[in-house]
């Protein structure tokens, strides 16, 4: 099984809000991800989980914020965000983080920010 | 600085027949591992095939196989007998440190190549 899920499917919020987007996998992986993905681009690393600590950190602005209360979870927390920040929202996971690793991916969360 | 490139930004394809795409890469590493992986409308980032730098044989998934010329840096994959739900973006991904002595890795990404089957 190689599945890993992601809600909300789409998410809609104002730059005021506070919102999560959620992501678990039972795969039993030690490494999650999250991407960026605008609109005709490809996908941009945002945080590195390994090991249920925060091992890579993209420059992100701190109007993201990731957590990951185990190892089979991983939120990213949104507060305050831009429009410039809607896009589609990916995570992965794979089985140590390496680089023989694959990562898999889920169906993302289509974020607009009005 | 390792990158990724696909220069065919969109391709078609006749249902039932044979398509290649593109991918060329740049990297000083001597071992590595490439990644072909499918975007369909429905969004979700597929896994399409995988390859080993270190080996010599090209890998394989059923329909799917690639063709990798490591001298060249060249990692094209081929769609034989193509199905309407081949049709999708492609993308050619790399893996490499997040920075140099980083334990943790990340997918550096190809543009895309936009494929469509055309029944």
């Known amino acids: 099984d190689t599945e890993v899920t992601q809600t909300p499917k789409h998410l809609v919020m104002g730059m005021t809000n506070k919102k999560s987007l959620k992501c678990e996998q039972h795969m039993g992986h030690r490494a999650m991800y999250w991407y960026k993905q605008k609109a005709k681009k490809p996908p941009e690393l945002m945080f590195v989980y390994s090991y249920e600590k925060l091992s890579i950190n993209e420059s992100v602005p701190s109007r993201f914020s990731p957590e990951c209360p185990n190892s089979s979870l991983l939120n990213l927390h949104l507060h305050a965000l831009q429009p410039e920040d809607s896009a589609l929202y990916l995570c992965a996971s794979s089985k140590q983080g390496g680089g023989e690793d694959t990562q898999y991916f889920g169906p993302g969360t289509r974020l607009t920010v009005l | 600085a390792q990158t990724v490139t696909q220069s065919q930004p969109e391709m078609s394809v006749q249902e039932a027949e044979t398509v290649t795409l593109s991918c060329t890469y740049d990297?000083?590493?001597?071992?590595?591992?490439l990644f072909w992986y499918k975007q369909p409308p429905s969004r979700q980032m597929i896994l399409v095939i995988r390859?080993?730098?270190?080996?010599?044989q090209n890998a394989t998934e059923n329909r799917f196989s690639v063709n990798f010329q490591k001298a060249a840096k060249s990692f094209s994959l081929k769609i034989s007998d193509s199905q309407l739900g081949d049709t999708a973006m492609y993308f050619c991904?790399?893996?490499?440190?997040?920075?140099?002595?980083?334990?943790?890795?990340?997918?550096?990404f190809g543009k895309g190549t936009k494929l469509s089957v055309i029944p």
């Open positions: 991904a790399f893996m490499k440190p997040v920075y140099s002595g980083a334990g943790s890795y990340q997918l550096t």
């Open positions: 390859q080993e730098a270190y080996k010599q």
């Open positions: 990297t000083s590493e001597s071992n590595y591992y």
